[in-house]
């Protein structure tokens, strides 16, 4: 057989029209556009609308989008899925309750045994709506309180942290989620987007695609890392033992959370938006210390290693600021990147084929069978 490279590096499997990467230029288009002005003028309802549709929402299609995705219709769990959550032992994580929870939202699905186009658009508005109540649902039930329902009135971010603290959040809160949504919602085919595609090529539905999304996004080396990052943050403890830590860390060949990709060769162009809100959401609640952290972390392992953030690297930051619990932010990526795993389901089911590589052979061949006595 022909060579092969390790991890599918470089490796091209298909066309899309979803999203680009310039890894050198370090620039990130959906549908052509750069998610630098999409976070800067489009709310992540219409993000998702792009990423689903291929153009931006006008007026008419931009409102009945928001009120199918804020409905209380769309965005309620049932309550048999919350008595099955009440039944899950307190310690299980937010990503396996995602994971079973997402799973078992399929049950309750009208749309389920249907596959075209129209019905698997209905599942997603539905997936994309109810996930954020299942995260929330799960982060109130483990601490002993009864989930909050949703407010149809508060778009996808603001209704999501309403919903975890019972709260309405502020501004700077609600923003810094939405702009996180829109930064985490798609990212070509990265390792949980093809697992998504994999799944979405045998024909099979958008629920157990997103199952597939969901088990590859919680590994530590793709979407679980913003949860690491926060983990080394709390080991450092303060700004001025930043240096000598990760220089050690360094020294001992470590991984380091938060830093390198597979395709960027310069910072990741999300890593900036996500340090700005880090930094102003840290100084608003008086924990500036974390992106100090942070900052310096990213200078010694630039110039060590030549390795730039990505996009983990300041999310956890901004969200440890705003309280969410560390391991909650795998789920919050999930929340995002559900979107896209959506528009490529949607992608692949409408110019299918079967994705199915080939290995390169390296054990025996020809090996005769042995009686299990003689073994
Ligand atoms: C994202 C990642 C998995 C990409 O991996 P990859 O393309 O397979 O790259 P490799 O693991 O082969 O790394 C290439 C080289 O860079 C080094 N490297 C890459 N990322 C590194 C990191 N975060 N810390 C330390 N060294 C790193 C590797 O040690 C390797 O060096 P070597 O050639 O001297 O052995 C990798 O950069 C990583 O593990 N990062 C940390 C986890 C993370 O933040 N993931 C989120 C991604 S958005």
Same mark, same amino acid.
């Given at each position: 057989? !022909? ?8 490796? %091209? ?17 959906? /549908? ?5 002005? #999409?976070?800067?003028? +489009? ?6 609308? #792009? ?27 049932? *309550? ?16 396996? %309750? ?11 699905? =009208? ?5 075209? /186009? ?17 995260? +929330? ?10 989930? %909050? @329902?949703?407010? *149809? ?7 999501? #942290?309403?919903?975890?603290? !019972?709260?309405? *959040?502020?501004?700077? +809160?609600?923003?810094?989620?939405? $702009? ?34 969901? !088990? ?16 080394? $943050?709390?080991?450092?403890?303060? *700004?001025? /033992?930043?240096?000598? &830590?990760?220089?050690? @860390? ?5 991984? %380091?959370?938060?830093?390198?990709? /597979? ?5 990741? =162009? ?38 730039? =953030?990505?996009?983990? #690297?300041?999310? !956890? ?23 896209? &795993? ?34």
């Amino acid at each position: 057989m !022909g060579s092969f490279k390790e991890g599918l590096e470089d490796v %091209v499997v298909s066309t899309s029209e979803i999203c680009f990467i310039d890894g050198r230029e370090g620039r990130l288009l959906y /549908r052509g556009y750069d998610v630098d002005d #999409l976070v800067q003028h +489009a709310p992540f309802e219409e993000v998702v609308y #792009l990423l689903w549709h291929g153009a931006l929402p006008n007026l008419k299609e931009r409102d009945a989008h928001v009120k199918a995705l804020s409905s209380t219709a769309n965005r309620r769990l049932h *309550p048999k899925l919350i008595a099955m959550l009440r039944q899950l032992p307190k310690k299980t994580t937010p990503m396996e %309750v995602l994971r079973t929870g997402v799973s078992a939202l399929s049950a309750f699905d =009208p749309d389920a045994a249907d596959n075209s /186009r129209e019905a698997t658009v209905r599942k997603a508005i539905r997936i994309t709506a109810q996930m954020p109540t299942l995260v +929330a649902a799960w982060e109130r039930l483990r601490r002993g309180k009864p989930p %909050v @329902a949703p407010n *149809p009135k508060l778009g996808l971010a603001a209704n999501f #942290l309403y919903m975890l603290t !019972g709260k309405k *959040p502020t501004d700077l +809160a609600a923003k810094t989620v939405d $702009v996180a949504l829109t930064l985490h919602a798609d990212h070509e085919f990265n390792a949980s987007t093809f697992a998504a595609r994999v799944t979405a090529a045998t024909l099979s539905d958008i629920h157990s695609a997103i199952v597939s999304g969901i !088990g590859a996004l919680k590994g530590p080396l793709h979407g679980g890392a913003n949860e690491q990052v926060m983990l080394m $943050v709390e080991q450092i403890k303060t *700004p001025e /033992r930043a240096e000598a &830590w990760i220089k050690k @860390a360094l020294a001992d060949k470590a991984r %380091v959370m938060g830093f390198g990709h /597979r395709v960027y060769r310069v910072e990741d =162009p999300r890593a900036k938006h996500l340090r700005r809100l880090a930094t102003e959401l840290g100084q608003q609640a008086g924990k500036p210390h974390y992106v100090e952290i942070l900052n310096t972390v990213a200078r010694v392992v630039s110039e060590e290693k030549k390795i730039y =953030p990505n996009v983990d #690297l300041y999310s !956890g930051a901004a969200y440890a600021a705003m309280g969410i619990p560390t391991d909650q932010f795998t789920p919050i990526f999930a929340i995002s990147r559900v979107v896209g &795993w959506a528009a490529h389901v949607l992608e692949q089911h409408a110019h299918n084929r079967l994705i199915r590589p080939r290995a390169e052979y390296t054990g025996p061949t020809r090996k005769t069978y042995v009686p299990i006595d003689q073994r």
